[in-house]
């Protein structure tokens, strides 16, 4: 603007034979601008009516303007108006650029990380004719009064006090009434599936027994099996023969601990105790290291002690199946609609050597026979026998009399059908069957499942259209391994793989109110954290529970995230179904609740357990849950955070680096997963980068990324394997020579005597294979390649340096 008043103030033109003047013209077009020409003779007098906004240049002090050329000003006007149009040009232009970094700035998808719905929460969701927009804040409030607290606790009482073994006639019983109740809440969609599932059950007219066994091998007196409904469905049957050995948790560390103590478990019975790994690990470990049996008990070290804490009874002995694996073992890969169309083949996962559970009290008469060394501190437990030994002692003979039985098992599903999108599904599921009351292992979870089937059935009620569809299952088996659900998953898995967004597991929800945890895919973890930041604690007051978990630790996700395990439904989703997933769970802070998988997992000692709590608690869960639904289910784009398997990479990778230089000395590299790597995190902030500069209002652009965002799960499913074969395909969290956990293992055989002795290779007596080696890393860098390629978008999008 000064250039433009320099150039007025030095203006020294003549006017020129016609001028161009600009005069209001009055009349029924008033304002209008209208040019008329002006004779430039000397003298002429200007109009009468000027446009009121005339340039004016610098006016000596008492001058009459009125006398001031007009020529002049008009041929100086003439000159300035490039730069007039210029400067508004860009005034413009910058107000247009500062606003739409500002609607930008506030934008569902301008995370760093994860693309989420913004903190103010201003964003339209949905709208009802009667009730006009629905906000988040609007669909948050109208959740939470529809969600109710005291129908959650009645029903877990009442489903508790159900008979719920699979294949029962109380199951099915209870099948039928919950089909009854999503059908009265007027869901869109309401079925059932049967599968014809292969499981096992104790034989009442042949029981299990545990004999003591002389030195000549004859049987002698018969050890009383407290609990003889207890057993270990997928046992091995028929007898086992051996001397006792105390095996402490019965991991492959433990096991090697014994050899390098001099006690041989090849040919021993292994006494273990519950926790720290599963019964399927404990027993599938015992095998790699040649045990003949193994039997599992309860020690009181691994549960609540104190004269206010409830603990598990000395006679009572835990429950658990010892199939490494999930689905039915007798069908694996294929779905057991009707397993006569299928040969006759087995899980690799069922073990050939037989467990059984027993109690604290005979295992405290078996520790005290032991001899041999005596047992690190660590291992020492709190049975009234000091100091607990290795062994062996005498020998022992177990026999397995379990039996198989081709049982009917029943999935129920309600559909909320999505209003833009019905063709992605959120999917949330709980068990229903229990080996006893099951209180906390599957009323809590069946209960918070129909409260939140009526709770979104209302919401629809009362305007929220979801954009997406969800899914709420009930599932049978889950005691026998999560069969109900592997067995969907086997049945329509390529369906599901292009359909379904999230899984959310309802199972072991509450077992405690100190601690909480969310085991899940890495895809879900700034998701959570938000939807933490939103949920009230249940046991303190004024805080949220993020700010719960912060006051023990800083690092949120190192209180909070975990691993799926593989006794979880969610499991199946994400490792074979490569759908990301999330299991939330309450804990107790120290020992677990000791009445899981036993007779005593009742809802009053469940209550008691929790102080009265177990109603908040409960909702908790159920508000955690819902809110994850309402933003999976309604976010225009998925708000799931797909740079995150860069970071999982790179944390392994530091791992493998240890042992660069021992593969450098053998001429091999790990450059290609560094080089996969690289493309993967490359290909995520391209995508990242694309949907920040897009519209979110162009629906079709929407959809093309959330198909590309929500398969990223599924992309590191190895291709290079068979899923009958090795059905946990995912390089991550599966099971196989194609995981990274199984190239980090093999790597670490380089080092006799390293921390690579805890694999079963090393149980056999195998070293470091340059072959395997080689075949390891292909399976996982073109996985991990494949992963990068198909988030790149399309082919010629693909950008590596591979």
């Not at 004859?218 to 049957?237: I, M, N, R």
């Not at 469940?606 to 994850?628: D, E, F, I, N, T």
């Amino acid at each position: 603007m000064e250039r433009l008043g320099g150039l007025l103030r030095r203006a020294r033109l003549s006017p020129g034979p016609s001028q161009t003047i600009y005069k209001r013209v009055e009349g029924t077009q008033q304002g209008r601008l209208e040019e008329e020409e002006e004779d430039g003779e000397e003298g002429a007098e200007p109009p009468a009516h000027f446009f009121p906004m005339e340039l004016r240049g610098p006016e000596p002090l008492g001058s009459r303007p009125t006398r001031q050329n007009p020529g002049l000003w008009a041929a100086a006007g003439r000159k300035a108006a490039p730069y007039l149009v210029l400067t508004a040009l860009l005034i413009f232009t910058g107000a247009f650029l500062l606003g739409y970094v500002a609607f930008r700035g506030s934008c569902q998808a301008c995370g760093d990380d994860v693309m989420v719905v913004s903190e103010d929460l201003n964003d339209e969701l949905s709208q009802d004719s009667h009730q006009g927009t629905l906000y988040w804040s609007d669909l948050q409030a109208m959740f939470l009064r529809f969600l109710g607290e005291g129908r959650l606790e009645d029903s877990i009482r009442q489903t508790s006090l159900r008979e719920r073994v699979a294949g029962s006639a109380g199951m099915a019983a209870l099948a039928q009434d919950i089909r009854t109740e999503l059908l009265r809440q007027r869901l869109d969609h309401v079925w059932m599936d049967t599968h014809y599932v292969g499981l096992q059950f104790p034989d009442p007219a042949h029981p299990n027994t545990l004999h003591w066994v002389d030195a000549s091998g004859k049987h002698g007196e018969q050890l009383p099996l407290e609990d003889p409904d207890v057993y270990c469905p997928y046992s091995a049957t028929g007898n086992a023969t051996g001397k006792l050995v105390y095996a402490h948790y019965g991991r492959p560390e433990d096991l090697q601990d014994l050899r390098a103590r001099g006690v041989e478990p090849a040919g021993r019975l292994l006494l273990v105790r519950l926790g720290v790994i599963n019964f399927a690990q404990k027993v599938a470990s015992a095998q790699d290291f040649g045990a003949q049996g193994v039997l599992i008990y309860p020690d009181p070290a691994d549960f609540s002690q104190g004269p206010h804490k409830l603990s598990l009874s000395s006679h009572r002995a835990v429950y658990g199946h010892v199939h490494l694996g999930t689905g039915d073992p007798y069908t694996p890969g294929f779905p057991s609609f009707n397993q006569t169309q299928f040969p006759p083949v087995q899980s690799s996962g069922l073990p050939s050597i037989p467990a059984q559970p027993i109690s604290a009290d005979i295992a405290s008469l078996l520790l005290r026979k032991l001899e041999g060394p005596v047992a690190p501190q660590e291992w020492q437990g709190r049975l009234p026998v000091s100091p607990y030994r290795l062994g062996p002692g005498p020998g022992l003979h177990l026999g397995v009399n379990n039996h198989r039985a081709s049982t009917p098992i029943s999935n129920i599903f309600g559909c909320i059908e999505g209003r833009s999108e019905p063709d992605q599904y959120v999917v949330i599921g709980a068990q229903r069957d229990a080996w006893g009351p099951g209180a906390a292992k599957s009323a809590v979870g069946t209960a918070i499942l129909l409260e939140l089937v009526r709770t979104f059935s209302s919401m629809v009620s009362n305007g929220f259209q979801p954009r997406r569809s969800l899914l709420f299952i009930s599932w049978d088996g889950g005691d026998f391994g999560s069969v109900g659900s592997m067995e969907w998953l086997e049945g329509y898995l390529s369906v599901l793989h292009l359909k379904a967004v999230v899984y959310v597991s309802l199972d072991n929800a509450v077992l405690g109110d100190d601690k909480f945890h969310a085991k899940t895919s890495p895809l879900l973890i700034s998701l959570i954290e938000n939807i933490l930041k939103q949920v009230d604690s249940p046991n303190r007051s004024g805080q949220t529970l993020y700010e719960q978990v912060v006051v023990t630790n800083h690092s949120w996700e190192a209180e909070v995230i975990r691993p799926l395990p593989m006794d979880s439904s969610a499991y199946s989703f994400t490792a074979f179904a490569g759908v990301p997933a999330v299991e939330f769970s309450f804990l107790e802070d120290g020992p677990a609740y000791p009445f899981l998988h036993t007779k005593d997992d009742t809802y009053e000692n469940l209550h008691k357990v929790l102080r009265g709590r177990l109603p908040a608690v409960a909702q908790a869960v159920a508000q955690l849950a819902g809110q994850l639904l309402i933003r999976l289910s309604h976010d225009h784009l998925l708000p799931l955070d797909f740079g995150r398997y860069g970071d999982v990479v790179l944390r392994h990778i530091g791992s493998l680096n240890e042992f660069a230089g021992d593969l450098k000395a053998r001429g091999l590299t790990l450059q290609w997963v560094y080089s996969a790597r690289g493309d993967y995190i490359r290909a995520a902030e391209k995508l990242r980068k694309e949907i920040y500069s897009s519209e979110e209002s162009d629906e079709r652009l929407m959809r093309m990324y959330n198909v590309r965002i929500m398969r990223v799960e599924f992309y590191f499913l190895s291709q290079y394997v068979s899923p009958a074969d090795s059905p946990f395909r995912h390089i991550f969290l599966g099971r196989g020579d194609h995981t990274l956990r199984a190239l980090l293992d093999h790597v670490r055989l380089l080092r006799a005597g390293g921390p690579g002795a805890t694999s079963s290779q090393v149980a056999r007596g195998l070293g470091f294979q340059e072959s395997r080696f080689r075949r390891q890393l292909a399976l996982l860098t073109w996985t991990l390649q494949g992963a990068a390629n198909a988030l790149s978008g399309d082919v010629w999008n693909i950008d590596n340096n591979f």
